[in-house]
């Protein structure tokens, strides 16, 4: 049985006014205790059970996807991998640029690899990314960049030029503008930033086209290789949590940076899902929070009243 201050005639019974903050204080530390324990038994099953098998990720698409390409390329990814900073180009203008000038902005990188004139795969990739980008609600040249480089070595900068106007179009904000970046280079820079990124390539003579992967290759703001998203077609919930992961949840909003704690990417689906103990982590600091808010006003109100009951607490009159 549980004694609660009484007051009697405006008089507390002794010292038991301080039995409610006692009580108020043991619960709480029953309630800390068990969030203690939520938070390690998970990190603890996790240890037993060890390393994770190895994930397969799903196959690229490739210059295979025209019959008359009897060529499959591939993806070697290298996460974790820097790419080189001072590869130089030409942009959209016929400007001399390096990759280092797009990097170190504090805004990650989306990379595209293809080129201008390709007849199919490169505009759906390109297509896909645009009509993704559409729906993230992040605005190219604040929180992130664009950087399509060509892998043909013939395209000159009014391809690219051109190529960076239908996008924008299609896109439909202008505004991004300064957020994309369309270069053209000679194969010898162009082969050092597909290489940084394991990104196959080759030229088929017959027909005069290349055969490459669909992929897009998301960078941290330093130029390190982050993510690797495949096909032509990319969900605007991934691709949004890759380029806040990329850039250490500088960017995106506080919901967005929330999620990261609880979900982590998985590369046979190529979408993000939830993560256990990112889980029971986020739920033992809400719970925190709702605890807080319930015993906090507990704690003042009989920290109050003991203060009040002490007070009120009649003096003895001295004899004399």
């Known amino acids: 049985m549980i004694l609660m201050p009484t007051v009697h005639g405006g008089q507390s019974l002794g010292n038991q006014h301080f039995l409610v903050p006692h009580f108020c204080r043991s619960l709480a530390m029953r309630s800390l205790l068990f969030i203690f324990l939520t938070l390690l038994?998970?990190?603890?099953?996790?240890?037993?059970?060890?390393?994770?098998?190895?994930?397969?990720?799903?196959?690229a698409l490739d210059g295979s996807l025209r019959p008359e390409m009897n060529v499959t390329t591939d993806v070697i990814e290298k996460l974790g991998e820097m790419v080189p900073a001072d590869a130089t180009f030409k942009d959209d203008t016929g400007k001399a640029v390096s990759i280092g000038d797009y990097l170190n902005r504090g805004r990650p990188v989306i990379l595209q690899l293809g080129y201008f004139e390709c007849p199919m795969l490169c505009?759906?990739?390109?297509?896909?990314?645009?009509?993704?980008?559409r729906d993230i609600k992040l605005d190219a040249g604040a929180e992130y960049d664009i950087l399509y480089v060509s892998i043909n070595p013939g395209e000159v900068w009014e391809l690219a030029q051109a190529k960076k106007r239908n996008m924008l179009r299609e896109l439909g904000r202008p505004g991004d503008a300064i957020g994309w970046h369309l270069l053209t280079g000679e194969k010898e820079q162009i082969d050092r930033i597909t290489a940084s990124v394991g990104f196959e390539y080759q030229f088929i003579e017959d027909i005069r086209e290349y055969a490459h992967p669909a992929v897009l290759v998301v960078l941290s703001p330093e130029g390190k290789i982050t993510r690797y998203l495949y096909?032509?077609?990319f969900d605007p919930k991934v691709l949004r949590l890759s380029l806040i992961e990329a850039s250490d949840g500088q960017v995106g909003s506080t919901i967005d940076r929330i999620l990261l704690t609880c979900f982590r990417f998985n590369h046979a689906t190529g979408k993000?899902?939830?993560?256990?103990?990112?889980?029971?982590?986020?739920?033992?600091?809400i719970t925190v929070i709702v605890m807080g808010a319930i015993f906090l006003p507990i704690w003042i109100r009989a920290f109050i009243r003991s203060r009040s009951n002490k007070n009120s607490t009649p003096k003895p009159i001295p004899s004399n």
């Open 41 to 59: 038994m998970p990190s603890l099953v996790l240890g037993q059970m060890g390393p994770s098998a190895p994930i397969e990720r799903s196959p």
């Open 123 to 133: 505009g759906l990739v390109s297509k896909g990314m645009v009509n993704s980008l």
């Open 231 to 233: 096909g032509v077609e």
């Open 272 to 285: 993000y899902q939830a993560f256990a103990v990112g889980m029971l982590r986020l739920g033992a600091a």
